[in-house]
């Protein structure tokens, strides 16, 4: 902690560029990662930490061919960084339009099936504030969100799963059901509500076995007997729903998957019962991590903007 201390005490040799490749560096635990994130060649990236190492007169990162890993002072001091960038950048908000002056690039993980019910409004308005923000978005499927999360490939993300991890942070702001997805032709299309056995009859078309989706189904519908089977599965949730609205069979989404049904709309959203069965989004962010005042600006107005029903 003394060593610590005695950095810090140094900190006005250190320019701010500097700083954030580190921080950058840390976060990613890669040089080529950071590099890229950083819009950097990797040798200007490496001559910027030498140059940081040199200002503090310590070894901030243990090299080794596979990896980055910190030395014990290079973790502490990756935290204090990281609080000095956020105190640095939120002092630009209270100057005036201090907001436009913030740059950089956010990174958010989120499962496909969220992405339109969570982002668009909030991204309009995020731009608004922060013009010179580039935010990147992965759609990816549940898994690779998680990943992305964990690896510090995205600041934070939106997924359902992640709960049950030790190195994550899961904030729930979405609970949502699986309902039934069939054709306004389809024999259960008139009816209010449907049960699990009630399927069995009919062309059933489900999540591949390699989604997150098709395991929550799995586990919750272990003990039910009667289960429809499938004729053809498909590894992403939007693929099985067109397959619907094409006549080609039923099958159970999450709400959110579903389109919005209009007058003239082909699918029809039936709740399905006898058990029901649900899934919880929430936001995600590797444990202990400190967002940028951008990424941590982005994280809040998503919660305001999402409908908490738990």
Same mark, same amino acid.
């Given at each position: ?23 950058? *560096? ?17 040798? +200007? ?103 992305? *999360?964990?690896?510090?490939?995205? !600041? ?32 259960? +299309?008139?009816? @209010? ?16 076995? !390699? ?8 586990? +919750?519908? @272990? !003990? ?9 599965? @498909? ?71 999402? *409908?908490?029903?738990?």
């Amino acid at each position: 902690m003394q060593e610590l201390d005695k950095l810090m005490h140094h900190a006005h040799k250190i320019e701010m560029s500097d700083l954030r490749t580190f921080v950058t *560096v840390a976060e990613r635990g890669s040089f080529s990662a950071a590099a890229l994130d950083l819009h950097l060649s990797q040798p +200007a990236l490496s001559r910027r930490i030498a140059k940081l190492e040199s200002s503090l007169g310590v070894l901030l990162i243990e090299r080794t061919t596979r990896q980055v890993d910190l030395t014990a002072v290079g973790r502490d001091f990756a935290r204090k960084a990281r609080e000095v960038l956020n105190s640095f950048e939120s002092s630009l908000l209270g100057i005036g339009d201090g907001t436009g002056h913030l740059y950089g690039e956010v990174t958010i993980a989120c499962v496909p099936t969220a992405v339109i019910h969570f982002l668009p409004e909030v991204l309009k308005n995020y731009r608004r504030v922060y013009p010179q923000i580039l935010v990147r978005v992965m759609d990816e499927g549940a898994s690779k969100t998680l990943s992305s *999360v964990a690896r510090s490939e995205a !600041d934070f993300g939106i997924n359902y799963v992640g709960a049950q991890e030790i190195n994550i942070e899961f904030d729930p702001i979405f609970k949502e059901r699986f309902v039934l997805a069939c054709r306004y032709d389809h024999p259960l +299309a008139a009816q @209010a509500s449907v049960t699990w056995a009630e399927l069995a009859g009919y062309d059933y078309i489900a999540i591949g076995k !390699d989604s997150g989706n098709r395991f929550l189904l799995d586990m +919750a519908l @272990a !003990d039910i007997p009667n289960l429809p089977q499938p004729i053809c599965e @498909a590894r992403h949730v939007r693929t099985v729903v067109d397959m619907v609205e094409a006549g080609l069979g039923i099958a159970a989404v999450p709400v959110l998957a579903m389109p919005q049904v209009t007058a003239g709309s082909a699918l029809r959203s039936i709740s399905l019962e006898a058990p029901h069965v649900s899934r919880t989004l929430g936001l995600i962010r590797r444990r202990g991590r400190v967002l940028s005042q951008a990424a941590e600006q982005l994280y809040k107005m998503i919660k305001e903007r999402a *409908v908490v029903t738990l």
